[in-house]
């Protein structure tokens, strides 16, 4: 399999993304990483490693792009951006995928534009995997990437969800849940209200009705859908919680307990973008190398699942 | 002090409820508790109590409103509802505040019905206090009330949650920030990023712009604004959090740290509706006596530092 990595994006850029890529490459034989940012320093920062060559290799890319630009307009622009190269490397299938730690913005921008959206998809989401009481995850999608949506969008975050919790978490029939501020029917804003009338009505899901915040973590449901709004917030407060409670624990004379391992998004490394015609996987912008790897993980999973095919046959059942 | 407490709401109601009153009344000579509910009932749950009976009496109600009801409706028909009696009561300037357990909507409701929204505030917000890492407290402005708001209505709850929390938390120049998916100017949903204009512009608040879910807790603002859509979401998920972790920690062996009481919303016990022309205390559903007792201890609170007259002082000063 092989990896274009995105090796400018990111709180730790290059530094930690190269370490990352290197321990993924020297694992097995069949793998191979492109690493795509300015060549002189990526050849810098690769001195200190021992690698095969023919599997590790710099593609120049010119340009950044930062977290302050817009994403659309920088991926228009800076044609020699890292994630522009790689995600045109996916494109021109001389890679099997992306993955950045950069700003997910400009990666969802250049999935778009370069990648394409799937047939049926208005919208691409970003996902996360939320660690539940059961031991296992549970999908939350849209995580940021649609601020406003439309109920036929959220629908949509449905269909994917669903293709990816069975594809990726091995199950069946995954329970897809709408996130609502109470489980009766007659509860939610516009938006949630409409959506709860077309997932009862869409043939081939499991519409398990609403769920509120406080069941997320019961494990009650494989996918739980919302705006990007509120996905992203609530992503975010669960991570300033973590941190808000373990650095409790400590000012409090205690050790940190071991079971906060499930809390590190390093865990899981990072998840792809779905509904976009190629592998992009969307890494923490503070990955470290551990992160990084883990991602890499992810992608090669993805790939040998067909998450993008599969996605591709459960958006055509339905259209069908 | 007297309150009016509606001994049927809750889902420990009756048992909880007389316990908790019991023990706030008998701390303090001057205050007075009138259990609002079906009187042969309450009668009975007083009999192994030793209580003065000039300052704890029954007043009856015989109806009692459920979480399945429309609460607007239920008002409305249900005259003799515990709510509806108890906000009655401080509308005839009987008793000083109400406290319930039961159905926050038709505590809403009677709140408006009854006892009327304060001029200049459209729809009134439910507030909670979340406990951040300077020690002190946050609030969170509106966690459930209004789940569709516009940039005018949230710009009120800044308002009304700028004089809570000077009030109540004796914060000078309350910092208050707009809960959104990113710091910058630019972000935010149709709503939020219009509010943030009208934040902006608004004089004597101290409005310091956007914050993150993951900054909720670091103590940086004292009052974050948002619709009762997330803020609900967002109060469940840090509840059901602060539970799958510390169940995580019991099944894998820890003891539960002792920080985890600063997690606890019995500590808290509720806080008041906000714009509306009479004290009434929220409490959680699950509240048990402790927790009635401190919502109780926060119904004096209130009242001694005249948080009703004090927020219709902010919001002429604002029209004015």
Request: net charge negative; proline share 4%; hydrophobic share 40%.
């Amino acid at each position: 399999m092989r990896i274009a990595v995105d090796a400018m994006g990111g709180d730790y850029a290059p530094v930690e993304i190269v370490a990352g890529a290197v321990k993924w490459v020297a694992e097995e034989v069949g793998r191979q990483i492109f690493l795509v940012g300015q060549e002189e320093l990526l050849k810098q920062e690769l001195k200190p490693y021992s690698y095969d060559p023919s599997r590790l290799t710099v593609v120049n890319a010119s340009e950044v792009i930062t977290m302050e630009e817009s994403p659309a307009t920088a991926i228009r622009r800076k044609k020699d951006a890292s994630i522009v190269v790689a995600s045109r490397m996916v494109k021109e299938k001389k890679a099997d995928a992306i993955l950045s730690c950069g700003s997910t913005g400009a990666q969802m921008a250049a999935a778009i534009f370069i990648l394409g959206r799937m047939e049926g998809i208005e919208r691409p989401p970003i996902v996360a995997s939320i660690p539940n009481m059961t031991g296992a995850y549970t999908l939350l999608i849209d995580v940021g990437a649609n601020v406003d949506c439309k109920p036929r969008q959220l629908l949509q975050f449905a269909l994917l969800g669903k293709t990816y919790a069975s594809i990726i978490y091995g199950v069946e029939q995954p329970r897809i849940a709408l996130l609502n501020n109470g489980e009766e029917e007659s509860k939610g804003n516009t938006v949630t209200m409409e959506t709860y009338a077309l997932l009862r009505q869409q043939p081939g899901i499991n519409f398990t009705g609403n769920i509120e915040g406080r069941d997320i973590f019961t494990g009650k449901s494989d996918v739980i859908v919302c705006d990007g709004f509120t996905g992203n917030i609530l992503l975010k407060t669960m991570e300033g919680m973590a941190l808000f409670i373990a650095q409790g624990i400590l000012n409090t004379g205690g050790p940190i307990p071991a079971f906060f391992q499930r809390l590190d998004y390093t865990q899981t490394g990072g998840a792809p973008l779905l509904g976009v015609n190629g592998l992009s996987i969307v890494c923490h912008g503070s990955s470290k190398r551990e992160a990084v790897y883990n991602g890499l993980r992810i992608a090669e999973d993805c790939y040998n699942k067909n998450i993008i095919e599969m996605q591709q046959l459960e958006l055509s059942r339905i259209s069908g």
